[in-house]
């Protein structure tokens, strides 16, 4: 379905209204789509995106650190760690050189969540799938390019 179709609108401003309208929408598509795989493991987007910056760390990181590498920056980490915290999903620790900092790490449960997604990546992957390789290659290029100017 075209983005005329899908926001039932025939006349954009000129290509480039046209985009941005098609990206939001796209945005919010592919939200709903990563929402509803994550949905078994009952973590959100948030969360998933912290427990793989952690996983990726070779030390703890503060939730300073963690904002700056998130995907969705906007967000309130300090409270979406504390909802880990609660699920058991990552540990909390003052930090040894600097009492007014706090590490963070994975516990073995967010590792295991991670690994049982991880088994799933081909189904995560699929929700592009209907773009070939070349073109989820032009799509990454021209996605650079918007941002970088």
Do not use: C
Request: positive net charge.
């Amino acid at each position: 379905m075209g983005i005329k179709s899908a926001v039932d609108q025939q006349t954009f401003r000129n290509e480039h209204n046209k985009a941005m309208v098609n990206l939001l929408f796209s945005h919010d598509w592919l939200k709903e789509k990563i929402k509803s795989f994550l949905v078994t493991e009952k973590i959100t987007a948030q969360q998933y995106n912290i427990l793989r910056i952690l996983r990726g760390s070779s030390e703890p990181l503060s939730t300073m650190q963690i904002r700056d590498r998130m995907l969705d920056r906007m967000s309130d980490t300090s409270r979406v760690v504390d909802r880990m915290l609660i699920k058991e999903l990552v540990i909390k620790k003052t930090n040894a050189a600097d009492k007014r900092l706090v590490d963070i790490t994975i516990t073995e449960k967010g590792a295991h969540i991670l690994e049982q997604l991880d088994g799933r990546n081909a189904e995560l992957d699929n929700i592009i799938g209907s773009l070939s390789e070349d073109e989820a290659k032009t799509l990454n290029h021209l996605l650079d390019k918007l941002r970088n100017g």
